[in-house]
């Protein structure tokens, strides 16, 4: 439809076209100047080529859209397995408080068997004490004892056996005897209760002692127990370390993929906007070729609105390869004239003079007669032929004013080169064209 209109346009090498567009695509006065000189065609081209870089946008985008919707992928698994390690991390957090406990509930039964051990300790200390006491009032008794003897008996130089030997009378034996006796037997008595008193304590020592063995045994047992826990819990602290180095590697991965998406959209962000840059460049070329048709169009009006037959092509175009009648290359007559300029391969053909499309062909042999051609009826027996055209814009039938662009220049049919093949005939018969046409 666009290329449509873009042929439809007058040849416009002759006018000097400022492409004073507003999308910076003449940035140096170089180009501006070759660009000043731009056809319709050179627009089209540069129109084309938005179009196909826009395409290639389009293309890079689904890759972009696929990329991302992979890495997202990736990232969610990421995501999981991230989780799961979190929760397994938090369970042996829990397993680990929970020995935590174990080991300080055993801590302090430990603690009070320690205070168990250390009273009885100081309980056997207590005793040690006391029988150290008790021996030593034993042997300061025997010793008072020994004394009191002594003074009974030594005092007269006799010793004890003497006083109950050698007693003077029966009485003063009796008496000394009796007392001594008495002292003896208390002293005896009070001993043996000394005695008893020490083995007694002896006793409750070897007691203590053997408490203290059994609470000893039983600390040791909680001791091996708590070692136990502390082992178990440190499986559990290095199990939880393994986790968390997968946590962290799933972690990064997660970035990874995240740092990966985010590139991915900067990339397709750019490429948005370059597609809409390119797109108001598009927009500007179209306003601008619309613009040149306008003014083609009004040139073409005023420059043939009196003449009565048209030149069928650019007025720029005018080298004459051929001409009407004998040809001698051909070895026969030529019934037209062929304008063959250089630059002229697709460029517009014009309808000589107002009239109705009566042939527009479009099939043709390669190599053979017209190629691609048109006839116009402009009444009264008149006619006129385009020849070797590379497209036609008109159908059989159609009505066209003067100055209508009807086709493009080709070089189908029997044609060596790009060119316009030209007749103006009368009820049929091929005149001379310059009979009719003026050369520009
Ligand atoms: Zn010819």
Not at 158 to 179: A, G, H, N, Q
Not at 410 to 421: E, F, M, Q, R, V
Request: hydrophobic letters at 30%.
């Amino acid at each position: 439809m666009k290329r449509k209109t873009v042929k439809k346009i007058t040849q416009l090498a002759s006018f000097a076209i400022i492409l004073g567009l507003s999308c910076g695509i003449i940035t140096s006065s170089g180009k501006s100047a070759s660009v000043s000189a731009s056809s319709v065609s050179d627009l089209e081209d540069m129109l084309a080529q938005l179009e196909e870089r826009n395409q290639q946008i389009d293309n890079e985008l689904a890759g972009l859209d696929s990329e991302i919707a992979e890495n997202e992928k990736l990232q969610d698994l990421a995501w999981e397995k991230l989780q799961n390690t979190k929760d397994t991390i938090d369970y042996y957090n829990y397993l680990i408080s929970y020995q935590n406990d174990a080991i300080a509930e055993k801590q302090s039964e430990i603690d009070t068997l320690s205070q168990n051990i250390s009273d009885k300790e100081a309980e056997i200390s207590a005793k040690q004490t006391d029988i150290d006491e008790l021996k030593a009032e034993n042997e300061e008794n025997l010793k008072r004892f020994g004394e009191i003897v002594h003074a009974m008996y030594v005092t007269d130089n006799v010793d004890i056996f003497s006083v109950l030997s050698e007693s003077s009378d029966i009485y003063d034996l009796l008496v000394r005897t009796k007392l001594f006796v008495n002292i003896s037997q208390q002293n005896t008595r009070f001993m043996d209760e000394l005695k008893q008193a020490i083995s007694d304590t002896e006793q409750k020592i070897k007691d203590l002692e053997n408490d203290v063995a059994q609470l000893d045994s039983d600390r040791n047992t909680l001791m091996a127990e708590q070692d136990e826990l502390e082992y178990e819990k440190q499986d559990l602290e290095n199990k939880q370390s393994e986790e968390q180095a997968l946590s962290n590697q799933y972690s990064n991965e997660y970035n990874q993929y995240s740092s990966a998406i985010s590139n991915y959209e900067d990339r397709q962000q750019a490429l948005e906007n370059e597609k809409k840059i390119n797109k108001e460049e598009a927009e500007a070329y179209e306003a601008e070729i619309q613009r040149m048709i306008q003014e083609a169009q009004q040139n073409s009006q005023q420059e043939y609105e009196a003449g009565e037959w048209m030149w069928p092509v650019g007025r720029n175009f005018h080298y004459i390869t051929t001409y009407f009648g004998y040809d001698p290359w051909r070895g026969g007559s030529h019934s037209g004239i062929d304008i063959g300029d250089g630059g002229i391969n697709g460029t517009d053909i014009y309808a000589s003079k107002a009239g109705t499309v009566i042939k527009a062909k479009n099939d043709y042999i390669p190599g053979y007669s017209y190629g691609k051609y048109i006839v116009i009826d402009h009444g009264d027996g008149y006619s006129t032929l385009y020849g070797h055209c590379s497209a036609l814009y008109v159908y059989e039938g159609q009505q066209v004013n003067q100055g209508d662009v009807i086709g493009a220049v080709g070089s189908t049919g029997w044609s060596t080169g790009p060119h316009l093949h030209f007749e103006v005939r009368i009820n049929g018969i091929a005149q001379d064209p310059f009979g009719y046409v003026t050369l520009p």
